[in-house]
T-cell receptor
Framework: AQRVTQPEKLLSVFKGAPVELKCNYSYSGSPELFWYVQYSRQRLQLLLRHISRESIKGFTADLNKGETSFHLKKPFAQEEDSAMYYCALLSVGGYNKLIFGAGTRLAVHP | GAVVSQHPSWVICKSGTSVKIECRSLDFQATTMFWYRQFPKQSLMLMATSNEGSKATYEQGVEKDKFLINHASLTLSTLTVTSAHPEDSSFYIC??????????????FGPGTRLTVL
């Protein structure tokens, strides 16, 4: 079964602390994974995708096929990073739909 | 680029009436659009995949006669909630999938429509 698991509903850190939002997936084949972010009262937007291997707003995510993980990391959290973060897996075949995790709310305190 | 709009942004209706929500890709063509439902503090639940010129593909448990989807052009998909009831109150979000280029397979999301059924 294709599935995305984000085990933490809430991650609360202080400004300047490192952040790691966990994402594990279940998929047979070569996965394509994304991180989407939803700031308060704003639409969902793409943060990064593993195939582009970019660092966006200081965030990085590495695909670990052995651990079936795609954790999102940032060395120094900022208050403006507070948002909902969703990990998503592309379900190839048919119409290439996204399978979303439950989401993790990141709260960065001053 | 790659902007998706939804209209209306919020709607209040009486129980038993039908409500139509529009999703437009403003600066790109999308043969495939997706409709999601999001409950407060929860993730997005995919309802259906909207395909230009053909019937929508519904996820298991979603009533196709209740949630009518029409994708009449490459830039417009509509979701009609028929005979709405209070339990249909939710936040409905659409997305459009990029067909080509560096954004291939990326979904661009609309701002959402909040439906409240009285």
């Amino acid at each position: 079964a294709q599935r995305v698991t984000q085990p933490e509903k809430l991650l609360s850190v202080f400004k300047g602390a490192p952040v790691e939002l966990k994402c594990n997936y279940s998929y047979s084949g070569s996965p394509e994974l994304f991180w989407y972010v939803q700031y308060s009262r704003q639409r969902l937007q793409l943060l990064l995708r593993h195939i582009s291997r970019e660092s966006i707003k200081g965030f990085t995510a590495d695909l670990n096929k052995g651990e079936t993980s795609f954790h999102l990391k940032k060395p120094f959290a900022q208050e403006e990073d507070s948002a909902m973060y969703y990990c998503a897996l592309l379900s190839v075949g048919g119409y290439n739909k996204l399978i979303f995790g439950a989401g993790t709310r990141l709260a960065v305190h001053p | 680029g790659a902007v998706v709009s939804q209209h209306p942004s919020w709607v209040i209706c009486k129980s038993g009436t039908s409500v139509k929500i529009e999703c437009r890709s403003l600066d790109f063509q999308a043969t495939t659009m997706f409709w999601y439902r999001q409950f407060p503090k929860q993730s997005l639940m995919l309802m259906a995949t909207s395909n230009e010129g053909s019937k929508a593909t519904y996820e298991q448990g979603v009533e196709k006669d209740k949630f009518l989807i029409n994708h009449a052009s490459l830039t417009l998909s509509t979701l009609t909630v028929t005979s709405a009831h209070p339990e249909d109150s939710s936040f409905y979000i659409c997305s459009a999938r990029a067909q080509r280029g560096v954004s291939y397979n990326e979904q661009f999301f609309g701002p959402g429509t909040r439906l409240t059924v009285l």
